[in-house]
């Protein structure tokens, strides 16, 4: 609600128009800052509609810039800036921020190698030229496995490592590396189900039994199928390349009279540190087409 602001108090505060110079803000977007509850002003002039703000106020409106850089909401900007969360909720959403910048860098380094490909080569196939598919049999394997929906493909983390937990508890060591199977029919943007598991031997079988938890991600120890026939091609570098495998898979299964037959299985070696060393097998299980099928 606006009052009347007599001049001894507006020579006091700042207007609209200084706080916009001062914090390279825009007028439209601080009223709209100030519609939304994230920054106000001190009073609003009934008479002039000018709004007024006090100096210290600049400090909340840098903060809120500031988050906003960071590419925060406007709702996780209004609990940040309100102390509405614990510390521990704060520190988890910076956290959170940082994953998710780490995976869009790594999205742009991988899209940028492949502007570069292009740039130097100009040949639409080459990105799939580095990839040689095999058809190969995989024999069953005994996993400890945890299956829940995630948020989207690059939120399966946490799974693997409440497996990892699990296994570090009984005192089990995984014979190989970390397996991802995906059981949606198709591709999906989000709630993605995924399976994240870890080879045992069957000798560890009994000191695993019962699995822990409930519900989706709970633990559970089961074999892997045998796949008969599997196309298998390897990836290296980020997964978040590893579309490029899935096309030049793709393109082998169809142009080689096969079609997929069952969820797809990524098995990750981790060679070194960075994305850059990661070798990514990617397995699907596929059958031949019968002549005279689509």
Known sequence: MGQAVNRATAESLLKIGDVSR????SVRMLRHYDDLGLFRP????????????????????????AFKEMGFSLAQVACLLDGSLPPNAVRALFMERQGDIKREIQEREARLA?????IEHFDPDLPLAGYTVTLKPA???R??????MVRTYW?????????????????????????????DPEARDQNVDVEAAYPVAFADSARLAPAGGTGDGRITVRDLPALTMAASVLHRGSM??????????GRWISASGYRI????????????????????????????VTAGED
Do not use: C, K
């Open 22 to 25: 001062l914090s390279g803000v």
């Open 42 to 65: 001190v009073v609003v002039d009934e008479f002039s509609g000018y709004r007024y703000y006090r100096v210290e106020q600049m400090y909340r409106l840098h903060r809120l810039l």
């Open 114 to 118: 492949l502007v570069r490909a292009q």
């Open 139 to 141: 024999a069953s394997v």
């Open 143 to 148: 996993v400890a496995s945890a299956r829940a």
């Open 155 to 183: 939120h399966s983390g946490p799974l693997f490592e409440r497996v990892r937990a699990f296994l570090g508890q009984r005192g089990v060591t995984p014979t190989g590396p970390s397996i991802a199977i995906y059981h």
């Open 240 to 249: 978040h390349s590893v579309g490029l495998a899935y096309q030049a898979v």
């Open 261 to 288: 037959a069952g969820q797809n299985r990524n098995t990750s070696h981790i060679l070194g540190g960075t994305p850059a060393d990661h070798v990514t097998e990617v397995l699907w299980p596929v059958e031949p």
